[in-house]
């Protein structure tokens, strides 16, 4: 098992010159043996190398989150804290590494395989955190939106990207963790109704990319 001093020096190019949260690396150390220990029966992950966990896993959620605090997304000082949906959560990526760096958010983990949504709510137990809510389900059938949706490696990427992007707020944004390819081909899946920045290269990665998008209004009200 990973010691957190080995999983703070992996993960420290995903956050550039800012520190890895003091305990975060055991937190997410929590996370890796739980991950690990039911992926040897249910496949949450075919990456099965402990280390290329932490980056691949950990670290491209992490800059995400890095990128998303950056924007204003995540960093919410009023009554209200700001809320984010993952789709297609998955074993919990980007969702919960996000909801680990930014506490405040209101996360909301969206899994339609019920095995991978047990498996997410004994992290969020196991991890003690509040305002996370797994939802077994698919994102057409939540009926509600959040400030910030994610998505990342999910199968059928043209059907769930459209629906992601129903779910977004009207001043939200859209994530995307995606292949150089898939990032390419999200403007033109959702038209010019939303724009989005230049992709953002993942430290360590080979072609993985975050965009981000919000809704063109100067677009989406032209009838």
């Given at each position: 098992?990973?010691?957190?001093?080995?999983?703070?020096?992996?993960?420290?190019?995903?956050?550039?010159?800012?520190?890895?949260?003091?305990?975060?690396?055991?937190?997410?150390?929590?996370?890796?043996?739980?991950?690990?220990?039911?992926?040897?029966?249910?496949?949450?992950?075919?990456?099965?190398?402990?280390?290329?966990?932490?980056?691949?896993?950990?670290?491209?959620?992490?800059?995400?989150?890095?990128?998303?605090?950056?924007?204003?997304?995540?960093?919410?000082?009023?009554?209200?804290?700001?809320?984010?949906?993952?789709?297609?959560?998955?074993?919990?990526?980007?969702?919960?590494?996000?909801?680990?760096?930014?506490?405040?958010?209101?996360?909301?983990?969206?899994?339609?395989?019920?095995?991978?949504?047990?498996?997410?709510?004994?992290?969020?137990?196991?991890?003690?955190?509040?305002?996370?809510?797994?939802?077994?389900?698919?994102?057409?059938?939540?009926?509600?939106?959040?400030?910030?949706?994610?998505?990342?490696?999910?199968?059928?990427?043209?059907?769930?990207?459209?629906?992601?992007?129903?779910?977004?707020?009207?001043?939200?944004?859209?994530?995307?963790?995606?292949?150089?390819?898939?990032?390419?081909?999200?403007?033109?899946?959702?038209?010019?109704?939303?724009?989005?920045?230049?992709?953002?290269?993942?430290?360590?990665s080979e072609g993985r990319v975050v965009l981000v998008g919000v809704i063109n209004y100067s677009m989406a009200n032209i009838s």
């Amino acid at each position: 098992m990973l010691d957190a001093a080995r999983i703070t020096e992996l993960l420290q190019p995903f956050l550039g010159d800012t520190p890895v949260p003091a305990g975060l690396a055991a937190q997410l150390q929590t996370y890796l043996d739980l991950l690990l220990r039911w992926n040897a029966r249910t496949n949450l992950t075919a990456v099965r190398d402990p280390e290329q966990i932490v980056t691949r896993h950990f670290g491209e959620s992490l800059f995400a989150a890095r990128l998303l605090c950056d924007a204003g997304a995540l960093n919410s000082t009023g009554a209200v804290p700001p809320t984010l949906a993952d789709v297609g959560s998955g074993a919990g990526f980007p969702g919960l590494p996000i909801k680990l760096l930014a506490p405040r958010v209101q996360l909301t983990l969206i899994e339609s395989q019920n095995k991978k949504a047990t498996f997410l709510r004994e992290v969020v137990r196991a991890l003690c955190l509040k305002d996370v809510e797994v939802y077994c389900g698919r994102a057409e059938t939540w009926n509600r939106t959040a400030n910030v949706v994610t998505v990342r490696a999910v199968e059928k990427f043209n059907t769930v990207l459209p629906i992601a992007a129903s779910v977004v707020d009207s001043k939200g944004m859209l994530c995307l963790l995606a292949g150089a390819s898939q990032a390419e081909s999200a403007s033109q899946l959702l038209g010019t109704s939303w724009s989005f920045s230049a992709p953002v290269p993942i430290p360590l990665s080979e072609g993985r990319v975050v965009l981000v998008g919000v809704i063109n209004y100067s677009m989406a009200n032209i009838s």
